[in-house]
């Protein structure tokens, strides 16, 4: 019998997960958080998963955080700012030697995570697929991309990426995960909270070229002295390659604002401020786009963290 893979939050990635896990019969369970959404999931019949506008449905199993049976490897799908909360509430079914996949965008939830529970493997991803909820236990699978997997710790990579092949899920065993996750974070940086402030599409910040420029020379520094060199090499033409490959999209962070969701600023803009002070490095703009992010998100009625 093969491991069963739990994945806690049923949102637009654990669903995309959990649906192609299902899909390949890998053993697949879905945990969530109250008795009302497990009562509404079972009312829906399972998780849908959309592609090419043909939707499937799949009728995985659903438990909640206080089921007995023990947990060898878990996905954690939830936002950052929710991912340890999450953790905590299975915890004590965690076997000793655990795997924790976590999918967070950002930096500093999967470090408290691996600090809070040092027994188990903690794996991070970083991901550049895409998927979005039309509604409850639903996922259309918008965007074809990536997962890299890394382990900070341990360079070995777990004998069951077969099965994420067999499941038709990406994915890429790389001994750089947190250079990835550091080289996302700063260009999320670089773009996103502008989108945000000038309401704009990606391609639009290619008018305020001096302001982008400056914002991609702190972060520039700020990876440096956190000995992320890959991560900082070109990152002002990278930066510009993305906005001018995506000009015509909106940023995930201006349409979680636009739809009234909250951000993950923290574990963004807010972790490379805190990296920047941390580690001595003059990051002003940083900070002025972070207190500016931070007071519009209040005057829209959204939590500034
Ligand atoms: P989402 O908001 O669609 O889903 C998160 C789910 O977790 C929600 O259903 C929420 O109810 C659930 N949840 C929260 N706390 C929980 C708890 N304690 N127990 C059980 N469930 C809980 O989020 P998403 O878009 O799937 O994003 C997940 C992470 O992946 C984020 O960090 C995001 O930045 C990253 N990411 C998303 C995409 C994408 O296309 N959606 C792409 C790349 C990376
Ligand atoms: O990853 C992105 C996002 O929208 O979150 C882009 C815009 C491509 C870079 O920040």
Known sequence: MSTVWHVLGAGSLGCLWATRLSRAAIPVRIILRTPQRLADYRAAGGLRLIEESQTSLYPITAELPTTAEPIQRLLVACKAYDAETAVASVAERLLPGAE??????????????????????????????????????????????????????????????????????????TADIETRLWRKLAIN???????????????ELLAHREQLSQLCEELRRVLMACNQAEAAHALEDEVLRIVEATANNYSSMHQD???????????????????????HVRADELNALLQRLQLFLMQHGLPPD
């Open 189 to 203: 940086c670089a773009i996103n909270p502008l989108t945000v402030l000038y309401g704009c599409r990606n391609g």
């Open 257 to 279: 604002v636009r739809s009234g969701r909250r951000t993950e600023i923290s574990f963004l803009l807010g972790h490379a401020c805190q990296s920047a002070q941390r580690q």
């Open 100 to 173: 924790i996949l976590l999918l967070q965008n950002g930096l500093g939830s999967q470090q408290a995570v691996a600090a809070r529970w040092p027994s188990s493997r903690c794996i991070f991803i970083s991901s550049t697929e895409g998927g979005y909820r039309p509604a409850d236990f639903q996922v259309v699978h918008a965007g074809h991309g990536e997962n890299w997997l890394g382990d900070p710790l341990d360079q070995r990579p777990p004998t069951w990426l077969r099965d994420l092949a067999t499941a038709g899920i990406p994915c890429d065993w």
